[in-house]
């Protein structure tokens, strides 16, 4: 069974890789071009210094986040941003839905895509399942720098290179001839 999910690992982390990163690019280009106030996950929270910073540094950080995925450089560190970010946006959409506010319009993409709280809410349920889909199939490092079209990444590990094979395939027939 590890076999056949080590065959088709390279093709199940692919996908769930790039279409997280489109995701994350579309709602933060989306957010550049709203340039609006209204885009709050927490509104209880406005009144804080530092939740005006974030709102105005957040698309950028999605954008960069979703390079990172796009191109398969840094995917598990970038998939742990991923995971808290959209932790921390579906607390907040599930407090509004909570509260009776499901039915309004979230800017959580920006221009991109008017969304209810309760659909954002199914998206965000929908990344979290990509986010467990990259942290499960990626087999790169932590802070990989290689990017996933330069990297080997179809070959499982403990499939040896046709180098290696030839050797061995050689010295078994030494032994036998």
Known sequence: M???????R????MPAMIFLGMIFIVAGVGKLLYQSDSFAPFPILESLPFTQALYSVLPY???AIGALLIHGVM??????????????FATGTAVLVATGRGTELCGC????GRLTHIEALVVE????VLIVAVTVCHR???FNLTPWFLDNGHKPRD????GESEVRRYASLKKGG
């Open 61 to 63: 950080i999605e954008i």
């Open 125 to 128: 349920f929908l990344m979290a």
């Open 159 to 162: 499939e040896p290179s046709s």
């Open 10 to 13: 390279y093709w199940m982390n």
């Open 75 to 88: 995917v598990k560190f970038a998939t742990t941003l991923c995971a808290f970010m959209v932790a921390v």
């Open 140 to 142: 790169g490092r932590y």
């Open 109 to 112: 993409f920006g221009m991109a």
């Open 2 to 8: 590890r076999r056949c999910f080590e065959k088709y």
